[in-house]
C-alpha cells in the first residue's frame, strides 16, 4: 500500500511542562497540585513538595530546553506540544497580574522553537493546577475557576499570539472522571466526590474552555484551538446485545467531552444521565451562549482500547491509561498491562471524524518501556528500542490508514518525544522518548541526552513524510 500523508503534515512530539521542566520553585512559579504528588495520580498528596517528587527535577528542560529543541530540530520536527505552568504564569491563580519571570521563559521557548521552524502547539492546562487554586477553592467545583482560568488564557493569548498558532484548552479532559485531583485540582478525596460537584466541575471547565475558544479567536485571529480528549475505543466483549449497549453506554460518558466541544450543546444521554441520578448542573444564562464557542478540530490522546461487557463485573479488568474496563483476549500488553492495538487509532479517528467533520490532531501516541542504555559498535552510548519503533511504525501506518479513509489530520506528535516522568507513576523508569535522558528514579544520573535508534527511524520517516513506514 502506497502510504499517503498531506504535504505539510506537522509530525512532532509532545511533553508537558509538570513532567519535564523541573525548576518548580524557580522564577516566581508557585506551587502547582503536581508538586505535591510524589507518587502520581494514585498517590497519597503531600503538604508540602518532597525530595522523592521526580517532577521537582524532572529532567531539567526549563534549563536544556535549547538542547532539547535542539534535538527535535535534528529529527525534523514541524510542530512540538509543550504545555505551559499554570502556577508560572499566575503563582497562586487568583492574582491579578501574571509573574513577567514565567512568562519570559515560554516567550524565550517559543522563540527557540522558531529558530528551527518548529511550530509550538500549546496546551494551556495539562494535569496541573496552581496548589493554592485546588486548596482554596477545591479547584474546579468552584464556579471562580473560570474567571481565574479566562484571565490566565487571555494573558497568554494576547502575549504569545504572534509565536503560537496551535492551542488546546485542557489536556484530556475527560480523565477528570477518573482522576479529579490531577486533572481537575479537585482537592475533595476522589472517594468522597459527589457526581454532583464533580459534573459542575466539568461544566465549569466546558464554560472555561469555550470561553478561551472565544477571546482566542477575538486576539489570535489565526489562532486554532482545539479540546483534547483521551481516546479509548471500547469494543463489546461479545456481540450480546447486552455488551453492545453498555459498551455504547460506556462510550457515552468519553464522548460527552468532545460532543460539548464540538457542537456546543450539552448531548440528551448525558442530559438522561443527570435526571435519572439527580444531578443538576448549575447554568448561568449566558452559559449556554459561551458553549456555542465550538473548536476548530478535535485533538486526542491514543495509547489503548479496551472492551466492555454488560457482566464486566465478573470479568478481568484491563489496565489503561487512566481508565479500562474488560481485558481483551485478542491483544498483547505493554510493560504496564497497556493492551497494544495500533487498529484502533484508525477506529477511533473515523469515529471522531465521522460524528464531528472536523480536523484532528493526533497529540499522544507512543510506548511506555524499560530501556537499556548501551555502548554501540561506533563507541557511542544508545537504546536499541526497536520495540518502539515497531509500535510507533504500526500505529502510524494506521493512521495512515485513516487518512486513506478520508479523515483530515493535520498532524501527529508522539508522546514524551523525550524521556519525562510518566503521569500515572510518577517515575522515570518508564520511558517513552527518542532521547534517553540519563536520570533515574533514586535521583541518580548525569541528565545527558543520548539519542535512541527510534530517533534516527523517526528522523527518516519525517524526511519522507511517512514513505518509510
Ligand atoms: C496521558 C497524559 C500524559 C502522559 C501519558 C502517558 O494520560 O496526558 O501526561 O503521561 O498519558 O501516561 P503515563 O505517563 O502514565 O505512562
Not at 375 to 385: H, I, R
Request: proline share 4%; net charge negative.
Amino acid at each position: 500500500m502506497n502510504l499517503q500523508f498531506p504535504d505539510g503534515f506537522l509530525w512532532g512530539g509532545a511533553v508537558a511542562a509538570n513532567q519535564c521542566e523541573g525548576a518548580y520553585n524557580e522564577d516566581g512559579k508557585g506551587w502547582s497540585t503536581q508538586d505535591v504528588a510524589p507518587e502520581g495520580i494514585k498517590g497519597p498528596i503531600t503538604e508540602v513538595p518532597t525530595d522523592n517528587n521526580m517532577k521537582l527535577i524532572g529532567i531539567d528542560f526549563y534549563h536544556r530546553y535549547k538542547e532539547d529543541i535542539k534535538l527535535f530540530a535534528e529529527m525534523g520536527f514541524k510542530v512540538f506540544r509543550t504545555s505551559i505552568a499554570w502556577s508560572r504564569i499566575f503563582p497562586n491563580g487568583d492574582e491579578l497580574e501574571p509573574n513577567e519571570q514565567g512568562l519570559q521563559f515560554y516567550d524565550d521557548l517559543f522563540d527557540e522553537c522558531h529558530k528551527y521552524g518548529i511550530e509550538p502547539l500549546v496546551t494551556i492546562s495539562h494535569y496541573e493546577t496552581p496548589l493554592h487554586l485546588s486548596k482554596q477553592y477545591n479547584g474546579w467545583v468552584n464556579r471562580k475557576l473560570i474567571g481565574f482560568y479566562e484571565r490566565y488564557a487571555r494573558t497568554l493569548f494576547t502575549r504569545y499570539k504572534d509565536k503560537v498558532k496551535y492551542w488546546l484548552t485542557f489536556n484530556e479532559i475527560n480523565s477528570i472522571l477518573e482522576e479529579p485531583f490531577m486533572s481537575g485540582g479537585i482537592y475533595t478525596p476522589k472517594q468522597d466526590l459527589s457526581k454532583q460537584d464533580l459534573y459542575q466541575a466539568i461544566h465549569h471547565e466546558f464554560v472555561a474552555s469555550a470561553l478561551a475558544v472565544k477571546i482566542g479567536h477575538e486576539l489570535a485571529p489565526n489562532a486554532q484551538i482545539g479540546c483534547m480528549v483521551l481516546s479509548m475505543p471500547t469494543y463489546p466483549l461479545t456481540p450480546n446485545p447486552d455488551d453492545v449497549i453498555a459498551t455504547m453506554e460506556y462510550e457515552h460518558k468519553n464522548y460527552f467531552f468532545a460532543d460539548v466541544h464540538a457542537r456546543g450543546i450539552y448531548p440528551g444521554y448525558m442530559k438522561r444521565y443527570f435526571r435519572e441520578n439527580n444531578i443538576n448542573i448549575h447554568m448561568e444564562p449566558e452559559d449556554a451562549e459561551i458553549l456555542r464557542h465550538t473548536v476548530d478540530f478535535i485533538s486526542f490522546s491514543y495509547y489503548v482500547s479496551t472492551c466492555e461487557s454488560g457482566a464486566s463485573s465478573q470479568l478481568g479488568e484491563s489496565e489503561g491509561n487512566l481508565m479500562g474496563r474488560v481485558a481483551n483476549p485478542y491483544l498483547k500488553t505493554s510493560e504496564w498491562g497497556w493492551h497494544i492495538d495500533p487498529q484502533g487509532i484508525r477506529y477511533v479517528m473515523n469515529m471522531f471524524y465521522d460524528r464531528y467533520q472536523k480536523p484532528l490532531f493526533v497529540v499522544e501516541n507512543g510506548l511506555g518501556a524499560i530501556d537499556k542504555l548501551i555502548t554501540n559498535d561506533q563507541g557511542e552510548k544508545t537504546v536499541e528500542d526497536d520495540y518502539r519503533i515497531d509500535y510507533l511504525n504500526d500505529h502510524l501506518v494506521q493512521v495512515a490508514e485513516a487518512i486513506a479513509d478520508g479523515v483530515e489530520v493535520i498532524g501527529y506528535t508522539s508522546w514524551g518525544c523525550i524521556d519525562l516522568v510518566s503521569a500515572s507513576t510518577a517515575q522515570l523508569k518508564k520511558r517513552y522518548g527518542f532521547i534517553y535522558v540519563d536520570r533515574h528514579d533514586d535521583g541518580s544520573g548525569t541528565l545527558e541526552r543520548y539519542r535512541k535508534k527510534s530517533f534516527h527511524w523517526y528522523k527518516d520517516i519525517i524526511s519522507s513524510n511517512g514513505q518509510t513506514l
